[in-house]
């Protein structure tokens, strides 16, 4: 590669590498993708990529890519994982680089994610002699549909990986604050259905049908007691039902009625525990009322499981590159990062980006001034895990 491409790479502390690293941000903003449509992402990420002089692996994946760095021969070898998708959400920022993808917008920062990631790749790639193992990084597709890291983990890009990280943005926080825990720092997020049918009749006759519609409602209620009643009180859980639908008009008693919602858990127990009872309670009210349930569940990603080791040093290094660490209870949303907890122990991190519009709001932004510091936390990160794992064998 010519000397010119590398030249950013030189010197990290200079505003050249700084002053790239912002035109990426900004460029990724530009132009968001929704989930499996990150195909121009991956385009320039595999330009960018090049550019830095860094291996991309031939895997099988229609978006998204991963490159790796490889160190010390015989090494062990860690992973870093961003997310590169974007939202249907129309942007409502004043900033001059707003999205120019109609309807689409990087509401939950992942091409902040992106960008510390791949700047990490820059540095760790500068300093390539120094590193004690591998480094595999994942530019991972379609976080928000929950699904996208079951993508990355059916190749082979976490063959021989004993250690993974990730980020998440938050706009709770000034930038220069690192939130982090032990354990699940994010929950379970499940989605479940429920059909009843009974029988249709004239709204005049409800003698001669089965009303769905005062079934559903009952079981609806009854839904509410599966937490307040079954889980411990200081375990957190969340059974909603976001959406019913029965009946098309006023004189009429429907055949069905149709109802769906989520379940939010932080660990397995719990997780097993609910759809039993509402499928439970679902069947045996609909019978009460001569009805019948019929109950589905769609399970998404298990909780985020902070690994205690990998999070002490994620918390040194961080305090070490400047950053106030806050300790912070889980969040019942999800994170798709966790599929990779299920079999690989690591951590993942949140990053304060300013205080400003929560996530996934059409008015949501980032300080640019927290790439620098992410950038640099990501790469002594990575450098720090081989680091231990070295240390581990020896
Ligand atoms: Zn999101
Ligand atoms: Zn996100």
Same mark, same amino acid.
């Given at each position: 590669?010519?000397?010119?491409?590398?030249?950013?790479?030189? #010197?990290s502390?200079?505003?050249?590498? #700084?002053?790239?690293?912002?035109d990426?941000?900004?460029?990724?903003?530009?132009?968001?993708?929704?989930?499996?449509?990150?195909?121009?992402?991956?385009?320039e990420?595999?330009?960018?990529l090049?550019?830095?002089?860094?291996?991309?692996?031939?895997?099988?994946m229609k978006?998204?890519l991963?490159?790796?760095?490889?160190?010390?021969?015989?090494?062990?070898?860690?992973?870093?994982?961003?997310?590169?998708?974007?939202?249907?959400?129309?942007?409502?920022t #004043?900033?001059t680089?707003?999205?120019?993808?109609?309807?689409?917008?990087?509401?939950?920062?992942?091409?902040?994610h992106?960008?510390?990631?791949?700047?990490?790749?820059?540095?760790?790639?500068?300093d390539?002699?120094?590193?004690?193992?591998?480094?595999?990084?994942?530019?991972?597709p379609a976080e928000?549909?929950?699904?996208?890291a079951?993508?990355?983990?059916k190749?082979?890009a976490?063959?021989?990986?004993?250690?993974?990280?990730?980020?998440?943005?938050?706009?709770?926080?000034?930038?220069?604050?690192l939130?982090?825990?032990v354990g699940?720092?994010?929950?379970?997020?499940?989605?479940?259905?429920?059909?009843?049918?009974g029988?249709?009749?004239?709204?005049a006759?409800?003698?001669?049908?089965?009303?769905?519609?005062v079934?559903a409602? #009952?079981?609806?209620?009854?839904l509410?007691?599966?937490?307040?009643?079954?889980?411990?009180p200081l375990n957190?859980?969340?059974?909603?039902?976001?959406?019913?639908?029965s009946g098309?008009?006023?004189n009429?008693?429907p055949?069905k009625?149709?109802?769906?919602?989520?379940?939010?858990?932080?660990?397995e127990?719990?997780?097993?525990?609910?759809?039993?009872?509402?499928?439970?309670?679902?069947?045996?009210?609909?019978?009460?009322y001569?009805a019948?349930?019929?109950?589905n569940?769609?399970?998404?990603p298990?909780?985020?499981?902070?690994?205690?080791?990998?999070?002490?040093v994620?918390?040194s290094?961080?305090?070490?590159?400047?950053?106030q660490?806050?300790?912070?209870?889980?969040k019942?949303?999800g994170?798709?990062?966790?599929?990779?907890?299920?079999?690989?122990?690591?951590?993942?991190?949140?990053?304060?980006v300013g205080?400003?519009?929560s996530?996934?709001?059409?008015?949501?932004?980032?300080?640019?001034?927290?790439?620098e510091?992410?950038?640099k936390?990501?790469?002594?990160?990575a450098?720090?895990?081989?680091?231990?794992?070295?240390?581990?064998?020896?």
């Amino acid at each position: 590669m010519t000397q010119q491409n590398v030249k950013f790479l030189e #010197n990290s502390e200079d505003t050249e590498f #700084n002053k790239k690293m912002k035109d990426i941000f900004e460029y990724f903003h530009q132009r968001p993708e929704l989930s499996y449509e990150e195909y121009d992402t991956t385009k320039e990420l595999a330009k960018l990529l090049r550019e830095g002089d860094i291996d991309i692996l031939d895997l099988p994946m229609k978006t998204g890519l991963v490159a790796e760095i490889k160190g010390k021969k015989g090494g062990p070898t860690i992973a870093i994982r961003t997310d590169i998708d974007a939202l249907p959400i129309t942007e409502e920022t #004043n900033l001059t680089y707003k999205s120019k993808n109609k309807g689409k917008m990087h509401a939950c920062g992942h091409d902040f994610h992106m960008t510390t990631i791949l700047g990490a790749a820059y540095l760790l790639k500068r300093d390539q002699k120094k590193l004690k193992g591998n480094v595999r990084i994942l530019f991972q597709p379609a976080e928000e549909s929950s699904h996208g890291a079951e993508e990355v983990i059916k190749t082979s890009a976490l063959d021989g990986v004993q250690a993974i990280f990730g980020l998440h943005c938050n706009s709770d926080w000034d930038v220069g604050t690192l939130g982090i825990n032990v354990g699940p720092v994010t929950a379970a997020v499940d989605r479940f259905e429920v059909e009843v049918t009974g029988k249709g009749t004239h709204a005049a006759h409800p003698e001669l049908g089965t009303d769905p519609i005062v079934a559903a409602s #009952n079981i609806i209620t009854a839904l509410q007691t599966i937490v307040s009643r079954n889980m411990h009180p200081l375990n957190p859980a969340i059974v909603s039902v976001t959406h019913m639908e029965s009946g098309h008009t006023w004189n009429v008693i429907p055949e069905k009625a149709y109802f769906e919602g989520t379940v939010r858990t932080l660990n397995e127990k719990d997780r097993e525990l609910i759809p039993e009872k509402i499928k439970m309670i679902s069947e045996n009210i609909a019978e009460a009322y001569g009805a019948k349930a019929n109950f589905n569940w769609y399970e998404g990603p298990p909780a985020t499981n902070n690994d205690k080791d990998w999070t002490e040093v994620a918390i040194s290094v961080a305090k070490k590159d400047g950053y106030q660490v806050k300790i912070i209870s889980p969040k019942m949303g999800g994170e798709d990062f966790a599929y990779y907890q299920k079999t690989l122990s690591g951590t993942f991190v949140n990053i304060g980006v300013g205080k400003g519009e929560s996530l996934h709001s059409p008015k949501f932004k980032i300080d640019e001034l927290a790439l620098e510091k992410s950038t640099k936390y990501f790469k002594n990160l990575a450098e720090q895990a081989l680091i231990v794992l070295n240390s581990k064998r020896d």
